[in-house]
T-cell receptor, first 115, second 111 residues
């Protein structure tokens, strides 16, 4: 089954404790992206990657890191989480950049609470 | 900067009635407009999209219209059913090949 998976689905942590949210897709997509979703703000892009070893900042990259060592995986790293990073996070992937053929497939989301 | 405005933020309609969600975009070079549906506890899922070379597209009970001159596009759901209750996002692909999302509309279908 074609899908984007994220782990963990739920996470409670404390300020300053490094964490990683994994994302994996089995569709051989080149483009992958991370979003955060907050009430009233919709979906905001954190980072994206157009291919292996190619990553770039989205609209709200501060406090986050990503890596793209393999085509299928795109982990999101919070080196020193803070309470304002409490949010619902989504990973997405598509065949190309978000061009006309680039329908994005979203993962199920990771709900993060930083105390 | 480029943005996509979406209205209303919340919409309640009686089961069987129609629902309309409207979006406007600012980048005149935008040429692709997808709509996503997000059910509770799930990620957004594409339900319909439209390109700038057509004015309307229909898929069963769902239709999208596009007015390039006015830079707005709308989602129409007819004969609404309880399973249509969800959050809907419009989006537009801008000149930098980046998808810009609206802030979402929470649709409630009333029994």
């Amino acid at each position: 089954e074609a899908q984007v998976t994220q782990n963990p689905r739920y996470l409670i942590t404390v300020t300053g404790k490094k964490l990683t949210v994994t994302c994996s897709q089995n569709m051989n997509h080149e483009y992958m992206s991370w979003y955060r979703q907050d009430p009233g703000l919709g979906l905001r892009q954190i980072y994206y990657s157009m291919n292996v070893e190619v990553t770039d900042k989205g609209d709200v990259p501060e406090g986050y890191k990503v890596s793209r060592k393999e085509k299928r995986n795109f982990p999101l790293i919070l080196e020193s989480p803070s309470p304002n990073q409490t949010s619902l996070y989504f990973c997405a992937s598509s065949f190309t950049t978000t061009g006309g053929e680039g329908t994005q497939y979203f993962g199920p989301g990771t709900r993060l609470l930083v105390l | 900067g480029e943005n996509v405005e979406q209205h209303p933020s919340t919409l309640s309609v009686q089961e069987g009635d129609s629902a309309v969600i409207k979006c406007t975009y600012s980048d005149s070079a935008s040429n692709y407009f997808p709509w996503y549906k997000q059910e509770l506890g799930k990620g957004p899922q594409l339900i319909i999209d439209i390109r700038s070379n057509v004015g309307e597209k229909k898929d069963q009970r769902i239709a999208v219209t596009l007015n390039k001159t006015a830079k707005h596009f709308s989602l129409h759901i007819t004969e609404t059913q309880p399973e249509d209750s969800a959050v809907y996002f419009c989006a537009a692909l801008n000149r930098d090949d980046k998808i810009i999302f609206g802030k979402g509309t929470r649709l409630h279908i009333l029994p």
